[in-house]
T-cell receptor, first 113, second 116 residues
């Protein structure tokens, strides 16, 4: 079982719709969870971080965390074509003596006009 | 303020040679992490380099990969005896926290390494 799992997609949504991206993780000890957006040929850009159970909203983005279910999600409201990118879920893992981010493979989102 | 920068942006190396990739962190950030990103395997962490006050501490070398901290805000990833499988994008991420913390990490633009 991979440490962080995401559906690779592509997830295709019409402009203006809600895009829902999901991620599960295996280490119950993880305490920090992040969503990064990566455009083709670019580096990952941090868009959301969440540390406690529940929802966290920032503009059109809402991150949801459920530690009991080991599940974290990202909702994008009023999706725009510019949101088309790969979304990486990252979870912290303490291993080998230091804290590191473990990434999922990413979900490719395509927002069509 | 200035973000994380990396150089060179592109590097071609002959198999078996050593390479060094540079990362300049965000001012005040303590830890620089190195990741390798490939299409097939996604992103994986390689090592880290930490510097606070006058201490320098780098993560255990991972085989042929090691990080050094020649200056407080600079980390160098060294790859020894490059292999064709090392062809990837190498990303540096800067964090305000120590490697024991859980702070957000901010990525540089990456260096695309091609081993021929």
């Amino acid at each position: 079982q991979k440490e962080v799992e995401q559906n690779s997609g592509p997830l295709s949504v019409p402009e203006g719709a809600i895009a829902s991206l999901n991620c599960t993780y295996s280490d119950r000890g993880s305490q920090s969870f992040f969503w990064y957006r990566q455009y083709s040929g670019k580096s990952p850009e941090l868009i959301m971080s969440i540390y406690s159970n529940g929802d966290k909203e920032d503009g059109r983005f809402t991150a949801q965390l459920n530690k009991a279910s080991q599940y974290v999600s990202l909702l994008i409201r009023d999706s725009q074509p510019s949101d088309s990118a790969t979304y990486l879920c990252a979870v912290n893992l303490f291993s080998g003596g230091y804290n590191k981010l473990i990434f999922g493979a990413g979900t490719r989102l395509a927002v069509h006009p | 303020g200035a973000g994380v920068s990396q150089s060179p942006r592109y590097k071609v190396a002959k198999r078996g040679r050593d390479v060094a990739l540079r990362c300049d962190s965000i001012s005040g950030h303590v830890t620089l992490y190195w990741y390798r990103q490939t299409l097939g395997q996604g992103s994986e962490v390689l090592t880290y380099s930490q510097s606070d006050a006058q201490r320098d501490k780098s993560g255990r070398p991972s085989g042929r990969f090691s990080a050094e901290r020649p200056e407080k805000s600079v980390s160098t990833l060294k790859i020894q005896r490059t292999e064709q499988g090392d062809s990837a994008v190498y990303l540096c991420a800067s964090s305000l926290d120590s490697p024991l913390g859980f702070s957000e990490q901010y990525f540089g633009p990456g260096t695309r390494l091609t081993v021929t």
